[in-house]
């Protein structure tokens, strides 16, 4: 049911509507007709609204206002300096030097070394300028030295005046920072765990000596694992871990997440955990339990994206069952692949999450890579987690949409990158020994023996290849005189000619036309890798020497036995092709006292072909 308002009509939305009695009608004393009388006075049966007397009274009051208003505005022109600090304009604006002031008191009031943190900001103020003198840099140290010497505690916490800190860390010599890392060393596990602390504690092991950075790991050591475990104090301990610590620290370190029993033993373990489980074989379930809590622990705050962390879960994907490694490959662990598939210890653990999560995980994974393809690619260990990929993922469907189709867009890109190359050849040639070293071999092996991927090895590679290949050609065949710059980027281009698995014709039309072009080319050794790669190939080299002969002047092909590339060039295009032009070829070279040309062993070699033909 709709609430009317007093004049008997809905308001918007249903609510009321409420006349206001100084509105036009109103003010001027006037109603509505039919609503009072001639003498004011409400119709019978009807209910009224406002006397007129009363709005009469409202009317007089509000003229009162406006005449006293205009009274005070007249008398402050008179007289500007008369009342200056009284307010009474409303739209005047505030004085802020009177609030200043004010905050200045309350802060004297408030902090007992109000003074010397005012002046302690003031110099910090002018020594993190980069534009300044040294002598005045080093005049502006000793006097916060001075002022900060013996209250460095009680100012540490307060994030302005960590940074004053971290800047006389950055700024004075060693002696000038030792008397800071003594006064805090007492509190460096709670200014790990500070938001704004941490980042001094940071400064601290970057800009002290190796004697300082001893006694910051006594006052951490037995610390560790909590600190760890902490989201702003991880950051400390994985800085100590991978910048300064040495092995022993290190070990001294992870041993804390081993357990108390181990711990004890610490000076005779190592930071591998498989040294430790050979000398107490008998405490490895209870080692690897506690790893799997603390794994679980790191997955669910998210902290994965720390060295110490990773080095931590890898020890536990390397030896831990593969059922509970699936278990652990959840849905918040995938989201997290990103933040630490580019380090070492991370890409070996996104490796095992691939080789060992079932199939709609495996796709997770491949979604959580969308828009990072490339940075993969090119990164020295994440292109692994590639390879890894496309050795176990059957649905070969959704690795092109997702994984290839990022790849061909970058060829540009990848193709400059060393690690790139090494992604593109694993496609175009997976695990030859021609191409990779046996130990990345061997850490791709340990994928195969996965119960989750059935399809087979060949059906897998070849789908992926034939994927590949027309992106590939595509991409060379415009880019063919660029490549040939460059002895990496031509051996992927003759990698790509011998195991693509679609039509190159244009790719060597390309190398024919730049022939053609330049004669000295035939000499490179770039050119002379592609050109044998291509000769010797049973499908390419009749093709490719038939384009030779059509194209370039019969004097051009002649000249080549100047050189000794040229003469084995020479010599392959002579092995292989059956045109008339070839025959005469043969004919001009047999008329040709070939002795007279440099010596060479490609010469000499075409002279015996020559004589046996």
């Not at 610590?245 to 005779?268: H, P, Q, V």
Request: hydrophobic fraction near 35%; proline fraction near 3%; charge should be positive.
């Amino acid at each position: 049911m709709v609430k009317k308002g007093l004049s008997g009509k809905s308001g918007k939305y249903g609510r009321s509507v409420k006349k206001d009695p100084l509105k036009k009608n109103a003010s001027s004393g006037k109603v509505k007709k039919g609503k009072f009388s001639k003498k004011g006075a409400p119709q019978s049966g009807k209910k009224a609204l406002v006397p007129k007397e009363v709005l009469e009274a409202m009317k007089e009051n509000r003229k009162e206002k406006q005449n006293k208003r205009q009274e005070q505005l007249e008398e402050k022109k008179k007289n500007p300096q008369k009342n200056k600090n009284r307010k009474t304009d409303p739209k005047e604006p505030k004085e802020p030097l009177k609030k200043k002031a004010l905050k200045k008191v309350r802060k004297a009031c408030e902090e007992n070394d109000y003074e010397t943190i005012t002046k302690i900001k003031a110099l910090w103020e002018k020594g993190r300028v980069n534009e300044i003198e040294p002598a005045k840099q080093a005049q502006i140290v000793e006097e916060l030295k001075g002022l900060m010497e013996g209250k460095v505690e009680s100012l540490m916490f307060k994030h302005d005046l960590a940074r004053v800190v971290q800047l006389l860390l950055r700024l004075g010599k060693a002696n000038d920072s030792n008397f800071i890392v003594k006064e805090l060393l007492p509190h460096v596990c709670e200014l790990s765990k500070s938001k704004y602390g941490k980042f001094t504690v940071n400064c601290m092991l970057k800009n002290t000596s190796p004697e300082m950075r001893k006694l910051i790991f006594k006052s951490l050591s037995g610390n560790f694992k909590k600190l760890t475990l902490h989201a702003e104090a991880v950051t400390v301990v994985d800085t100590f871990y991978n910048d300064y610590a040495n092995s022993r620290e290190r070990t001294e370190m992870i041993t804390e997440f081993y357990g108390k029993e181990l711990y004890l033993y610490r000076d005779l373990l190592s930071e591998h955990f498989v040294k430790v489980i050979e000398l107490y074989p008998d405490k490895k379930d209870k080692v690897l339990e506690e790893l799997l809590s603390h794994t679980q622990v790191f997955i669910e705050k998210g902290l994965t994206g720390h060295i110490i962390v990773q080095h931590l879960m890898l020890q536990y994907f390397l030896h831990g069952s593969v059922e509970s490694i699936q278990e652990l490959v959840s849905e918040k662990l995938i989201e997290q692949i990103v933040n630490f598939v580019h380090t070492k210890e991370g890409s070996k653990i996104a490796m095992r999450c691939l080789w060992h999560s079932k199939a709609k995980e495996r796709k997770l994974v491949i979604r959580t890579f969308k828009g990072h393809i490339k940075d993969m690619c090119m990164n020295e260990n994440s292109y692994l987690v590639l390879c890894a990929l496309f050795d176990c993922v059957d649905d070969t469907v959704l690795v092109k949409k997702a994984v290839l189709s990022e790849i061909i867009e970058s060829l540009d890109s990848i193709t400059m990158s060393q690690y790139g190359r090494l992604l593109l050849n694993y496609i175009l040639a997976p695990r030859s020994t021609k191409l990779f070293p046996p130990s990345i071999i061997d850490c791709l092996k340990v994928g195969d023996t996965n119960n989750v991927s059935k399809k087979d090895t060949q059906v897998r590679r070849l789908e992926i290849l034939t994927y590949a290949s027309p992106g590939i050609i595509a991409n060379f065949k415009d880019n063919v005189e660029s490549m040939l710059m460059e002895n990496t980027r031509t051996l992927l281009l003759s990698t790509a000619v011998n195991h693509v698995n679609c039509e190159i014709s244009s790719v060597l039309t390309a190398v024919v036309d730049l022939l053609a072009t330049d004669k000295s080319l035939v000499d490179s050794t770039t050119m002379h890798i592609l050109m044998r790669s291509i000769q010797s190939h049973q499908t390419h080299q009749k093709p490719f020497n038939d384009q030779v002969m059509e194209k370039i002047p019969m004097t051009d092909v002649v000249d080549w036995i100047n050189t000794n590339r040229g003469s084995f060039s020479l010599l392959r295009l002579l092995e292989c092709g059956s045109t008339e032009k070839q025959q005469q070829l043969v004919d001009v070279l047999k008329q040709k006292d070939l002795h007279k040309f440099p010596k060479s062993a490609g010469r000499d070699k075409l002279i015996e072909f020559l004589n046996k033909s």
